[in-house]
């Protein structure tokens, strides 16, 4: 009687996307036979599955549905350089047994699967089965060095923007000791350094820094001035081993905008396929609307006068009456201009979010709904000039009071 699992899912691995297990047994010609997959999460059992062979005796259990369920992922708003995102990841494992006989009872014997982690992302299939757990994980053992990537696909050969008082996010993975050092580096438009900050911070499982200039500003020694005086800044994380830096992940590069809008700037963040969160700035003339809706009844012409002994006609009576009504406010955003590339990237990773908020000012957030029901992946060659309209729905309605 032997169980051997011969596939599991990676060290870490996307909730949303398969989260499989394939195991075998010699037992499977037994009458009745079955197996009964137990699913840990966070060490507490979450389910019980019987599972029967597929092939020869091979059979397979698919976690995603019960894991997906368990993890969120909320804007992270904390004030500090880096929060550790317990909510958005946790442990997985299995426990495998055999079933059969007339009638079927459990055999005893079980397997216990290697310990994993899931995190709240959800990958495009062709993203998933390239996708290997070694690409984002800053270790200290990791052979990746330098090549390993914060949580998000916008293209690393355009600019990433931020304003002096806008937010901003990177996300990564961590395997190794507590705790990871942090580099910023500040530069002017000529590459000069103007400044540096490090520092040794501790890191959970899935970690997210608050890349903010003023959130910069208020965690580290770095001041106002020197980001006034920088074009753009970078910020890179290395795992820690007795002291020995190793594990490095890619050095990202933020540029400080600095252009004088014509019209008022809307900044979106949202959640991304890979579980972190990304931003963008719409800096074209934006357009809010409202739709009202309107609770009406309908009442006789007339009135009895005051001493209720006579039919009268007014005008201010009225027919046709209102008692509430009911706002729904919308907003359209406009991006400037765009090379393909960012355009292709922002459609299919905002359009495609759960979550999406709207910075109302420096650091507080409002949930809205993305209403644009598909998208193009733009072309110079075909489009010409680039731009993108987001319809945004906001989530907070008005009802008036009663008359």
Same mark, same amino acid.
């Given at each position: ?121 959800? *990958? ?5 089965? /390239? +996708? ?11 052979? @990746? !060095? $330098? ?76 001041? *106002? ?5 920088? /074009? +753009? ?11 020995? @830096? !190793? $594990? ?156």
């Amino acid at each position: 009687m032997a169980i051997t699992i011969t596939q599991q899912p990676q060290y870490f691995q996307p909730a949303c996307n398969p989260y499989v297990w394939v195991f075998e047994s010699d037992q499977t010609a037994q009458p009745n036979f079955s197996f009964i997959v137990e699913l840990y999460v966070g060490g507490s059992l979450v389910s019980t599955h019987q599972v029967f062979n597929e092939s020869g005796n091979y059979a397979r259990f698919d976690a995603s549905g019960d894991i997906r369920c368990l993890l969120t992922s909320e804007m992270v708003t904390t004030g500090a350089l880096l929060t550790f995102y317990d909510p958005a990841v946790d442990v997985v494992n299995i426990r495998v047994y055999e079933k059969y006989g007339t009638p079927p009872v459990l055999s005893g014997t079980f397997v216990t699967g290697t310990v994993n982690r899931a995190w709240n992302a959800s *990958l495009r299939h062709p993203d998933f089965i /390239a +996708y290997n757990y070694l690409d984002y994980m800053v270790s200290r053992t990791n052979t @990746n !060095s $330098g090549n390993i990537l914060f949580l998000t696909d916008f293209p690393r050969t355009r600019k990433y923007f931020v304003g002096l008082y806008e937010s901003a996010f990177l996300t990564f993975l961590s395997r190794s000791k507590p705790s990871v050092d942090f580099y910023l580096k500040l530069y002017d438009i000529n590459g000069t350094l103007i400044t540096s900050y490090t520092n040794t911070i501790g890191v959970g499982d899935l970690n997210v820094i608050d890349c903010s200039p003023q959130n910069l500003i208020a965690n580290t020694s770095v001041t *106002l001035l020197d980001f006034q005086s920088c /074009a +753009y800044f970078t910020i890179r994380v290395q795992g820690l081993d007795a002291g020995v @830096n !190793s $594990g490095f992940t890619e050095t990202f590069t933020f540029w400080i905008d600095t252009e004088c809008h014509r019209y008022d700037t809307h900044r979106l963040h949202w959640l991304n396929k890979l579980g972190g969160w990304d931003s963008f700035t719409f800096t074209l003339v934006s357009t809010n609307s409202t739709k009202v809706k309107t609770s009406e009844y309908q009442r006789e012409r007339g009135q009895w006068n005051t001493a209720g002994t006579a039919w009268e006609y007014t005008r201010y009576h009225g027919e046709q009456m209102a008692f509430n009504k009911y706002a729904t406010d919308t907003t359209v955003l406009n991006s400037d201009w765009i090379q393909e590339s960012l355009q292709q990237w922002l459609v299919r990773d905002l359009y495609e979010s759960p979550k999406v908020y709207l910075e109302v000012t420096p650091g507080a957030f409002e949930p809205v709904k993305v209403t644009n029901e598909d998208f193009t992946l733009k072309q110079r060659r075909v489009d010409g000039l680039i731009r993108e309209v987001v319809n945004l729905q906001r989530t907070y309605t008005y009802n008036s009071q009663l008359t």
